[in-house]
């Protein structure tokens, strides 16, 4: 039989159902409640282990809140070419900026700095509405300010931090500093 036929196209949901109920914040046990079927069957499904009938199916993705289609449809992925990242302007001073990634749902951002000697994020400290930043240096110095606390950070270091705390940045040597900086969820 040739490569790509619809008898090798076995669809495996276990990892999207199981996704879809950690993404909830849901355990077993209440997806159990939710249904009135066997957490063994449950966990066996989400392993690939089991296979649901139809009316199975329909009862778990409600319990999930998704539709039963999202389960067989392709994996969802957003590809971002170096070339094709947009430009964005987030205030600072003496940077460049490039958006890597808003997540499939804007969960997450990944941003691509190049900071020109004194750069800055501002005259301020500020706070961002999200829950997490991390911070890498991939070739420079950076300076991160936490509040009062200063953190020098060389190439190939990172820090992570509470976003709704104020904080601030700057490139403090006379050479140009990029930096990778996630943020999540980022509402």
């Not at 669809?11 to 046990?29: C, D, P, S, W, Y």
């Not at 990944?110 to 900071?115: E, Q």
Request: aromatic fraction near 6%.
């Amino acid at each position: 039989m040739a490569l790509g036929t619809a008898a090798q196209a076995e669809v495996h949901i276990g990892a999207r159902l199981r996704a879809a109920r950690k993404h909830k914040r849901l355990t077993l046990e209440q997806v159990v409640q939710q249904t009135g079927l066997d957490k063994s069957f449950l966990s066996r499904l989400e392993r690939d282990l089991a296979t649901p009938s139809v009316a199975t199916l329909v009862k778990v993705c409600a319990a999930l809140g998704i539709r039963p289609g999202e389960l067989f449809g392709p994996p969802q992925s957003r590809l971002t070419r170096a070339a094709d990242a947009p430009a964005v302007n987030f205030g600072g001073v003496g940077v460049q900026e490039r958006l890597l990634s808003q997540g499939l749902s804007g969960e997450v951002m990944v941003l691509r700095s190049l900071i020109a000697p004194g750069g800055h994020g501002g005259e301020e400290l500020y706070t961002l509405d999200a829950d997490v930043t991390f911070v890498t240096v991939l070739r420079g110095r950076l300076e991160v300010i936490i509040e009062d606390a200063h953190y020098f950070l060389d190439e190939g270091d990172s820090i992570t931090l509470s976003s709704r705390i104020p904080h601030n940045w700057r490139n403090p040597e006379a050479r140009e500093v990029e930096v990778l900086w996630v943020t999540s969820p980022f509402l």
